[in-house]
């Protein structure tokens, strides 16, 4: 889907390193020196075949054989080596590629189960040097070393937690760990959307390398090109904060250009990518992270970091206080829980020395510690405010209603509604009606 607005600056970063990139060119001094080897050999070769033929029998007359077997192999060489040497960078480019997509882990045990099979085949293929026609036991012997080396390769590195757990317990020691700052976390879209990686870097607390998929980023692509405002701001957020990681100096934000084939859920291809790079899965989707760490990805769920970094109390909680010294205000006394926050509590000054069970009211934190207020739990809420008196009871027998009081005249209406203006004029002072 093709955005109409204008292109976000925001991501343009973050997009621009997603595209895939040449890879780089192998350099020219190395193609000629594999082109010089390459020459050298077949003139070497060129050489050996000049010397066993007559020079008699050849018809260039100037030349013998052994010069023309030197200029023939290094021209053979010259053109030969051109083309190998090509052939031979741009396998070694995609060689290089894909290891750097295998873990170390991976690599390792691939190359401990092809020194195996190059053993097993060595001992397994010696016999046919018994051969009388020697000339078929070095390809035979060749042929089953190299096939038994490669089936090797293949089982460790498909057995590679096998492997290595077998290496560590014959050495004596646990299988290797990587420490946290070695291992890469892949970051999700939730992550990035969130933003508070971004605090958490920051502080200090992550480090090291931050992978991010293809299919997370062409998700937050998605989200910032849609029609819904709150999608597309969402998006944007999550391209922001990638750009803002890559100018942090503790981390390092990594493109992963690379997809699952045959997976269409972003979420198994992250689950996939994981387990063939040994990285932890960084996210704060919780169907992901069981998901993820059912299937052996080590997880690092920022909503559990939130919750073990929550205040020891909050407002509304009961903790038990030993009161040890008076507040600073009238009625305060002081306490400390076992953190060695401070609480002050109110109304409680005549306690001090005692336990006392205390109501939270509010929690101030600082860069010094944390502050807490509160509240004696086992008195009302409103213990400082005086209560109301109670009338005194009616005598028994009586109605409970009020004692009659004199009884009120006219004039003593009419004197209360003068002294508040509202009496009616007298017929006195009404001036008098003209009759018709």
Not at 269 to 275: A, D, G, P, T
Not at 327 to 339: H, M, S
Request: hydrophobic share 45%; glycine share 12%; aromatic share 4%.
């Amino acid at each position: 889907m093709t955005s109409s607005s204008a292109p976000d600056p925001a991501g343009g970063s973050v997009a621009a390193a997603a595209r895939p990139t040449r890879p780089p060119r192998t350099p020219y001094a190395v193609l000629e020196i594999l082109r010089l080897l390459v020459v050298v050999f077949f003139a070497g070769a060129g050489y050996q075949l000049g010397t066993s033929v007559d020079g008699d029998r050849l018809v260039l007359g100037a030349l013998n054989g052994t010069a023309l077997g030197l200029v023939l192999g290094c021209g053979l060489g010259y053109v030969l080596g051109g083309v190998l040497g090509r052939r031979t960078a741009a396998a070694a480019e995609v060689t290089r590629t894909r290891l750097h997509e295998v873990s170390a882990d991976t690599l390792v045990a691939g190359a401990v189960g092809v020194v195996g099979g190059v053993l097993l085949g060595a001992g397994v293929a010696w016999p046919v040097f018994l051969l009388p026609q020697t000339y078929l036991a070095f390809p035979l012997f060749g042929f089953v070393v190299v096939v038994l080396g490669y089936i090797g390769s293949q089982i460790a590195m498909s057995k590679r937690d096998g492997v290595l757990a077998l290496f560590g317990e014959r050495a004596g020691r646990a299988p290797r760990v990587l420490p946290p700052s070695v291992v890469p976390r892949i970051i999700d879209t939730s992550v990035a959307v969130d933003g508070r990686v971004l605090d958490v870097v920051r502080a200090g607390f992550l480090h090291g390398t931050l992978l991010v998929p293809n299919p997370v980023l062409a998700e937050l692509q998605g989200l910032a090109d849609a029609g819904d405002d709150l999608r597309r701001s969402r998006g944007r957020r999550g391209l922001e904060v990638l750009e803002s990681l890559q100018r942090e100096d503790g981390v390092e934000v990594e493109v992963l250009d690379l997809d699952v084939p045959g997976v269409h859920e972003v979420d198994a291809k992250l689950v996939r990518i994981c387990l063939d790079r040994g990285a932890a899965l960084l996210t704060l989707d919780t169907n992901l992270a069981k998901a993820a760490g059912l299937a052996g990805v080590r997880v690092l769920n920022l909503h559990a970091l939130s919750l073990a970094m929550r205040p020891p109390v909050a407002a509304g909680d009961d903790v038990p206080v030993l009161l040890l010294k008076a507040g600073k205000e009238p009625g305060q006394a002081v306490g400390y829980l076992d953190d060695g926050s401070m609480v002050v509590v109110e109304r409680s000054r005549s306690r001090l020395g005692m336990s006392v069970p205390v109501r939270v009211t509010s929690v101030l934190t600082t860069a010094n510690g944390r502050l807490v207020f509160g509240r004696p739990a086992d008195e009302p809420e409103d213990a400082s405010t005086p209560r109301p008196r109670r009338p005194p009871a009616a005598p028994p027998g009586s109605s409970g209603a009020p004692p009659p009081g004199p009884p009120v005249g006219p004039s003593a209406v009419t004197a209360a509604r003068l002294a508040t203006g509202t009496a009616p004029p007298s017929p006195a002072a009404m001036p008098a009606r003209r009759r018709p």
